[in-house]
């Protein structure tokens, strides 16, 4: 309340002493009430005083957090705010609402389908932590540079003739932010050339790639669920693209899934590394037409690896 009557022009804690502060001064008591009466001579100061133009920024702002008040403090805002508090509606003009109900609409709306939560986790999260990436998560991947897989990379050509929307899927990148986060970490070989010409206004590649990572998930979620080895009531995501909550044989175990419409899946996540580094995680990829498992024998043999660098 203090804040408010300051925002609304009047400097009340100049009246007031700490409460430490101890002195016998009659008829020198502030309360709550006092502080709601200032707060109602002005506000409605500020109705009577307004024309047909649209209201003041710092007004609206102002409104809100008295507004705010209320909701928080509802017994007491009833108490000493009265007529104030009953007709609280005037405080919110009817293009303030449609203004906040499009603004949340448009943000829930996003071209890459964030949800509530994560839009509040993302704007709480500092700028620089977004781009951060992790010291060992760094070194992990200047190791996986530099081993075999490294060598298939560079001398896969597919990739020099290979559309946005095709490195995008082979990749499994369905946001921007993972798109940044590739550029970062897969720089100094052949794939990080093509990343770097993907625009960064890709979104209908972006939709793309995470509409096929959840058509992979579904398929293959189906696909097990008629294997009897395979328990998966509690399908749950530890993260986009890799599966918690599955049973084998009545024992825990994670799976990653990829999609393989282009005939090849890069792994690069370290969420993806982190669960394929257990033995109780399985690589399924799916193409909509075929789900299947890729053992240890199948990437050998796919990749023509024969020897593995420990």
């Given at each position: 309340m203090k804040d408010i009557l300051e925002e609304l022009g009047y400097n009340y804690r100049s009246e007031l002493l700490a409460v430490k502060i101890i002195l016998n001064i009659e008829g020198r008591t502030r309360s709550p009430k006092n502080a709601a009466s200032e707060i109602v001579e002005r506000v409605q100061n500020i109705l009577r005083n307004e024309g047909i133009g649209a209201r003041q920024e710092t007004t609206k702002q102002v409104f809100e957090k008295l507004l705010l008040w209320f909701h928080e403090h509802e017994p007491l805002a009833k108490d000493i705010f009265g007529d104030l508090y009953e007709k609280r509606h005037r405080l919110r003009s009817d293009e303030e609402i449609i203004a906040d109900i499009k603004?949340?609409?448009?943000?829930?709306?996003?071209?890459?389908?964030?949800?509530?939560?994560?839009?509040?986790?993302?704007?709480?999260?500092?700028?620089?932590?977004?781009?951060?990436?992790?010291?060992?998560?760094?070194?992990?991947?200047?190791?996986?540079?530099?081993?075999?897989?490294?060598?298939?990379?560079?001398?896969?050509?597919?990739?020099?003739?290979?559309?946005?929307?095709?490195?995008?899927?082979?990749?499994?990148?369905?946001?921007?932010?993972?798109?940044?986060?590739?550029?970062?970490?897969?720089?100094?070989?052949?794939?990080?050339?093509?990343?770097?010409?993907?625009?960064?206004?890709?979104?209908?590649?972006?939709?793309?790639?995470?509409?096929l990572i959840e058509r992979a998930k579904k398929n293959v979620k189906t696909y097990l669920s008629t294997d009897p080895d395979y328990n998966c009531d509690r399908w749950a995501e530890e993260d986009f693209t890799v599966i918690k909550g599955v049973t084998k044989n009545d024992l825990p175990m994670k799976i990653v899934v990829r999609p393989s419409d282009e005939r090849q899946v890069i792994i690069f996540y370290d969420s993806e590394f982190n669960a394929l580094e257990s033995p109780n995680t399985e690589l399924w990829i799916d193409n909509n037409i075929k789900q299947e498992i890729l053992t240890l024998g199948k990437v050998l043999k796919y990749t023509g690896i024969n020897r593995i660098p420990l």
């Open positions: 603004f949340r609409q448009s943000l829930l709306n996003n071209a890459n389908d964030y949800t509530e939560q994560e839009i509040l986790q993302l704007i709480n999260t500092p700028r620089a932590e977004l781009t951060q990436i992790p010291e060992e998560e760094l070194q992990k991947f200047e190791r996986w540079k530099q081993a075999e897989n490294k060598g298939i990379l560079e001398k896969d050509e597919v990739f020099d003739s290979a559309n946005p929307q095709q490195i995008l899927i082979r990749l499994g990148i369905y946001s921007l932010e993972h798109l940044e986060k590739a550029k970062t970490l897969l720089a100094g070989t052949a794939v990080y050339e093509s990343l770097h010409h993907i625009s960064t206004n890709s979104v209908e590649y972006f939709r793309c790639v995470r509409d």
